[in-house]
Nanobody, 122 residues
Framework: NLVESGGGLVQPGGSLRLSCAPSERPFSREDMAWFRQAPGNQREFVAARRRDGHLYYGDSVKGRFTLTRDSSTKTMYLQMNSLKPEDTAVYYC??????????????????WGQGTQVTVSS
């Protein structure tokens, strides 16, 4: 249902843009989010765009990452700037109807993509 792309290897301080494209339906009425998971860690909230357009960011990425969504294609983008080695993880796109208080809760989302690897290393 969700297809991520755009991951890769980048040096510290560099940038990447991840894409999350809906493959079977537009997810126009769902809240959408990005999570990431590094080896040995739990899946961590990165950013979310709720269906009312409000944006939310995790503390570790605030000011460096920007979430946007193309209104025509419904593709969601995560622009990642000033990348750090600790940003290395598999990044997952998620969607679902989520109550406000659970926006950052990994268990609140119903639909998930397969993930895309981001590696920040010199």
């Amino acid at each position: 249902n969700l297809v991520e792309s755009g991951g890769g290897l980048v040096q510290p301080g560099g940038s990447l843009r991840l894409s999350c494209a809906p493959s079977e339906r537009p997810f126009s009425r769902e809240d959408m989010a990005w999570f990431r998971q590094a080896p040995g860690n739990q899946r961590e909230f990165v950013a979310a765009r709720r269906r009312d357009g409000h944006l939310y960011y995790g503390d570790s990425v605030k000011g460096r990452f920007t979430l946007t969504r193309d209104s025509s294609t419904k593709t969601m983008y995560l622009q990642m700037n000033s990348l750090k080695p600790e940003d290395t993880a598999v990044y997952y796109c998620a969607a679902g109807v989520v109550i406000l208080s659970r926006t950052r809760d990994v268990h609140a989302y119903t639909y998930w993509g397969q993930g895309t690897q981001v590696t920040v290393s010199s």
